[in-house]
Structure formats: C-alpha cells, structure tokens
T-cell receptor
Framework: KAGVTQTPRYLIKTRGQQVTLSCSPI?????VSWYQQTPGQGLQFLFE???????NKGNFPGRFSGRQFSNSRSEMNVSTLELGDSALYLC???????????FGPGTRLTVL | AQSVTQLDSQVPVFEEAPVELRCNYS??????LFWYVQYPNQGLQLLLK??????LVKGINGFEAEFNKSQTSFHLRKPSVHISDTAEYFC?????????FGTGTRLQVFP
C-alpha cells in the first residue's frame, strides 16, 4: 500500500501571502490529522478531519484552516502568512481517529 | 490534558552499545502510547505502540519499550545500536483523536 503523500515537499512564500498544502492518506483511511513542527514549539496538533468533518482543533489562530474531500484527501490553508509560520507541516492518516496514525514526509514551508 | 516528558534532549552513545530513551506521561485511566522516529528531512515513522496487553512491546529495527503503569513510563530500549539509528525519537500519547508529543530525544551514535 502506498503511504501518506504530501505535496509540495518544499514551499517558499513571503509574509502576507497565503498557502495551500495537500495530503493524500493511505488508501482506506478516513481520518486525516495535521501537525506543525518547529524547533521552538515542537510538534503541535492543528486539526483532524474524518468523513469531511473537522472533529478536533488545536490552539491555532483562525488563519489556519483545512478541509477534507469525499475521497479523504485533505488540504490545509494558511492565510496572511507570518514569519513564525515557517515550519514543517506533517499530515497523518488513520483508519479512524482512534487508530494508529501514519505520517507523510511533510511539507517544509519557509516564510520570508 | 495529557502531557509527555522526554527528560533527555540528547543521548550520545557508541555503536553496538545499549541505549535507553526515557519517556514519562501524565497519568490517566487508560493510555495509548507510541514511539516515532524522525530521520533528517523526513516525516515520522512509527517504531512501536502500546494499546493494551503485554507491557513489553517490540517494534521495528530491534527496538522495544516497556509500559510501566505505576511509574507512568514508556521507555524505549535497544540492546545494540547502529550508526543508522542516529535520528530524533518522539514519544507520544493519544488523547481523543490527536497525538500529544514529547519534545524529542536526539540519539547520536558514534563509531
């Protein structure tokens, strides 16, 4: 089975722009979670989607949003980018939210 | 809310020596615990997990971990490390539908 895929792998944006990241889960997995990884804050939970519904959200500002499509693919969007948004964004999928999460390779976002 | 503590930010060790990476979690009625490994410029790879049952859990690459409820610990061990084990290791606990991670332990294996 193919693993979790994320596109793009690397992204460079400037402050004030917006960005959309994409995640394709393992086939058959219906839950997709997003995490932000930074040297200062470590790994932090952003949100989780299951069957196109956001079930859980972390403590991030409203500039961070996401959605899930009927094929379980997910996107996350960050609007009005700030320098502090520079991070590795990781997507994880599981059969259901309660299951083991399997991670993709991440998208490295750099905000200049 | 759950929390995870990884006391050692870095662990240097020589090749073929044993290693233990420590992880403590905040107590709860029941916990699901995980260890993930992250190699440079990559995502997280699942090493092993504890959901229930035997307290000694075996994972990939020769790693194992022991769940200790009384000490609220889930330490990761390997009897003989290899250069290729050099990576960042994260302990995590499941809370609802999300993972709460420790701050990570950098394992550096020297020849």
């Amino acid at each position: 089975k193919a693993g979790v895929t994320q596109t793009p792998r690397y992204l460079i944006k400037t402050r004030g722009q917006q960005v959309t990241l994409s995640c394709s889960p393992i086939s058959g997995h219906r839950s997709v979670s997003w995490y932000q990884q930074t040297p200062g804050q470590g790994l932090q939970f952003l949100f989780e989607y299951f069957s196109e519904t956001q079930r859980n959200k972390g403590n991030f500002p409203g500039r961070f949003s996401g959605r899930q499509f009927s094929n379980s693919r997910s996107e996350m969007n960050v609007s009005t980018l700030e320098l502090g948004d520079s991070a590795l964004y990781l997507c994880a999928s599981s059969l259901s939210g309660e299951g083991t999460q399997y991670f993709g390779p991440g998208t490295r976002l750099t905000v200049l | 809310a759950q929390s995870v503590t990884q006391l050692d930010s870095q662990v240097p060790v020589f090749e073929e020596a044993p290693v233990e990476l420590r992880c403590n979690y905040s107590s709860s009625v029941s916990v699901y615990l995980f260890w993930y490994v992250q190699y440079p410029n990559q995502g997280l790879q699942l090493l092993l997990k504890y959901l229930s049952g035997s307290t000694l859990v075996k994972g990939i690459n020769g790693f194992e971990a022991e769940f200790n409820k009384s000490q609220t610990s889930f330490h990761l061990r390997k009897p003989s490390v290899h250069i290729s084990d050099t990576a960042e290791y994260f302990c995590a606990v499941k809370e609802a539908d999300k993972l709460i991670f420790g701050t990570g332990t950098r394992l550096q294996v020297f020849p």
